[in-house]
């Protein structure tokens, strides 16, 4: 059992947690996830991942964690309701990184929503490692966009797109892609955020010519690689087939250009026709 | 504290732990071995393999549910050759009990599957017959008397370790389906599989898996579980029954033993809390010995039933 060292709201829409994870804290890469069981009785029963929001390996005391979140249902809304100093059972930290690269020096953070979670962590360690961060963030509207403040102080440049209007350009992400990574000089694009997002940040990218690294999110139902609940279709390196890999521990990063992308096609068309039909 | 003896015999299989795994909550052992010490399980049953690899079903495969886990993964994996030459070998040296679930679509590929499995160090294989019967309108082997029997009989002609069925709950006699696996020469019984089941999202009436219906686990299912295994015990009191379905604690353990299982299997529980065979197993010592009961095995079939 870890322990909550602070619950705060992060804007209205927000919560975050931090936990005392020492072990996890030091190991934790952007990119990676920790599963958190929500304290329930067996109403819920499976854990939550969240993606790392920060770490902090400075503390006076020990090592940290931070994972921001909003409530999407009974799990999420008992996390939102615990207290500082209450115990907290988490497993991680899980999965693929995302990575730092090594010649490309110009790098654009692209979050939908609270997608842009894990690319803070990722933005600073960018910058500790010397490189220029530029960051994106879409979101329905202003109070969701995640921690917007510091999205500015992380990047050189900052931009946001609104569904409604209510902050940055009216519009989608994908509207104002390109003209931020000819600005930018972008070499590399990670981002993080709904499918179809990234299925579109993934395709500009490629028009760009510039890599995307994309972190999937899937349901879950262990997060720890035994379920096979929550596989994302990869295609094989030399492009002949496409196999369902488990996205908590062979992702949640990919690159995108592996991405079966037009295998979620169906589904979401299907889920976009109103009910009665 | 008193010793407790915790082991259990199964079929001839001396197990030092009553715990064993659920087919498919447990892969092949190798991600939980990170959790807990694989040594300390009675077996591990890894999860079913096919003749080929199955890519299994499209996203969302799985949907929270009271108390439960609705899942229609599609037994995803990477066929028996990958396991005999990737995850078999691992498992030997783990020095664990290992024993194969295998499946199939046909009579056929069981007996396929089977007979790869014939001098691998296997323990015992046990036989997933909750798939669909292509051969039969596409209904479970497991619905049906003859089919169960069909497939018992053919793995059993390709391998010499003992044969457990595992059967569905989702059956109008599950004595006679059980009795016909054991006719066929099944060793012994694994109770039980998911039971079927729905979920709809109300918002945009599509069902919450793609596979449309899947299979409940959890404890929401296991009253369910634990009625299928006193049945079967009753009416078969000297066959060997892994007892399984939803269960959480030490206390389901007991419950599960008391209704006639002789090993217990932790599935989903395995999800939540990867280091659950290990604490259940230590609860479990406790248990027996505040109650000053000397060994798991004397509790077996013990539910205090008038008549």
């Not at chain 2, 997933?128 to 292509?134: A, E, K, M, T, Y």
Request: hydrophobic content about 45%; overall charge neutral; glycine content about 10%.
């Amino acid at each position: 059992m870890a322990e909550i060292l602070n619950h705060r709201k992060l804007g209205d829409e927000y919560h975050s947690l931090t936990i005392v994870a020492p072990e996890i804290a030091e190991a934790a890469k952007p990119g990676q996830f920790v599963n958190l069981r929500p304290p329930t009785d067996r109403s819920y029963l499976l854990r939550r991942p969240f993606s790392i929001f920060r770490v902090n390996r400075r503390g006076n005391v020990a090592a940290t964690v931070e994972v921001v979140f909003d409530i999407r249902g009974p799990g999420t809304a008992a996390l939102a309701a615990m207290r500082r100093h209450e115990p907290i059972d988490i497993v991680g930290p899980i999965g693929r990184s995302f990575t730092i690269p090594k010649t490309q020096h110009s790098c654009l953070l692209v979050g939908g929503g609270v997608g842009a979670t894990p690319l803070f962590f990722l933005g600073e360690e960018l910058q500790n490692a010397g490189k220029r961060v530029d960051v994106l963030w879409g979101a329905a509207t202003a109070s969701r966009l995640v921690a917007p403040i510091e999205a500015k102080r992380l990047g050189a440049v900052a931009a946001f797109t609104t569904d409604d209007g209510s902050e940055g350009h009216h519009g989608l992400i994908t509207e104002v892609l390109g003209e931020m990574i000819e600005r930018c000089g972008t070499e590399v694009i990670y981002t993080c955020g709904p499918r179809q997002m990234m299925a579109s940040v993934t395709k500009i990218a490629l028009e760009f010519g510039i890599p995307a690294q994309v972190a999937m999110e899937e349901l879950m139902g262990c997060g720890i690689g035994v379920c096979m609940t929550c596989v994302t279709p990869v295609w094989n390196r030399d492009g002949t087939g496409i196999a369902n890999v488990r996205t908590c521990v062979d992702g949640p990063v990919f690159n995108g250009a592996r991405i079966a992308w037009d295998r979620y096609a169906k589904e979401e068309a299907a889920a976009a026709l109103p009910a009665g039909n | 504290m008193p010793r407790v003896d915790l082991s259990v015999d199964l079929g001839g299989m001396k197990l030092r732990s009553p715990l064993v795994t659920a087919s498919g909550c447990f892969a092949s052992g190798r991600e939980m071995s990170e959790f807990i010490d694989l040594k300390k399980l009675g077996a591990i049953v890894v999860k079913s393999m096919t003749l080929k690899p199955w890519a299994g079903k499209a996203t969302p495969r799985m949907a929270e549910t009271s108390s439960g886990m609705l899942n229609a993964i599609g037994l995803q994996n990477k066929g028996v050759d990958h396991f005999l030459s990737t995850d078999l070998p691992w498992l030997t040296e783990q020095k664990v009990p290992v024993i194969a679930s295998i499946a199939g679509n046909t009579t056929q590929e069981f007996m396929q599957v089977a007979e790869r499995l014939r001098s691998a160090p296997i323990h015992a294989v046990e036989v997933n017959i909750s798939c669909p019967n292509l051969e039969d309108r596409n209904n479970m082997f497991a619905h049906d008397p003859q089919s169960t029997s069909a497939v018992i009989s053919a793995v059993r002609r390709m391998v010499d370790v003992p044969i457990f069925a595992k059967l569905s709950p989702n059956v109008t006699s599950l004595t006679a389906i059980a009795g016909a696996a054991l006719e066929a020469g099944a060793a012994g019984l694994s109770l039980i599989n998911t039971v079927m089941a729905m979920s709809i999202d109300v918002d945009s009436a599509m069902p919450k898996v793609a596979g449309v219906v899947g299979g409940l686990s959890g404890p929401a299912i296991k009253p369910i579980a634990v009625r299928a295994v006193f049945e079967v015990h009753q009416a078969y009191p000297h066959v060997p029954i892994i007892g399984m379905g939803g269960v959480m604690d030490a206390r389901d353990v007991i419950e599960f033993v008391l209704a006639g299982a002789s090993a217990v299997a932790l599935g989903t529980v395995n999800f939540i809390n990867p280091k659950a065979g290990h604490e259940i197993l230590s609860d479990l010592g406790q248990f027996l010995s505040s109650r000053k009961v000397g060994s798991l095995a004397a509790m077996r079939g013990q539910v205090k039933v008038e008549g």
